[in-house]
């Protein structure tokens, strides 16, 4: 049974940071995709990173660029994102995802087929 499981979330003032962690349990195929996406209240689920696990290939959306680094700690099977001078418009619900038998980055949705719980993110002063 794959399990996603996102923890990190919280408040922080605008331009502070903050470290999410996607830990991902029961999935055994050496490729794979983890992808971030993030939620607005009233808004489409905006997908910001994603990182292969055969390459280490990353993408990122054009909103986060420059300010969010993904990464993998295959030790731990675990996929950090790493968010800096978050603003107030970063506040949403984050979600980590698994994408199986994908090598190459994507940002469809529809490849996802395990999805965590979700972490708020709320960046305000």
């Known amino acids: 049974q794959v399990q996603v499981v996102e923890s990190g979330g919280g408040l922080v003032q605008p331009g502070g940071s903050l470290r999410l962690s996607c830990a991902v349990s029961g999935f055994t195929s050496e490729y794979y995709a983890i992808g971030w996406f993030r939620q607005a209240p009233g808004k489409a689920r905006e997908a910001i990173s994603c990182i292969t696990s055969s390459s280490g290939d990353t993408s990122y959306a054009n909103s986060v660029k420059g300010r969010f680094t993904i990464s993998e700690d295959h030790t731990k099977n675990t996929v950090y994102l790493q968010m800096n001078s978050l603003k107030p418009e970063d506040t949403a619900v984050y979600y980590c995802?698994?994408?199986?038998?994908?090598?190459?980055?994507?940002?469809?949705?529809?490849?996802?087929?395990?999805w965590g719980q979700g972490t708020q993110v709320t960046v305000s002063s």
């Open positions: 995802a698994l994408a199986p038998d994908i090598v190459v980055v994507t940002d469809e949705i529809n490849d996802y087929d395990y």
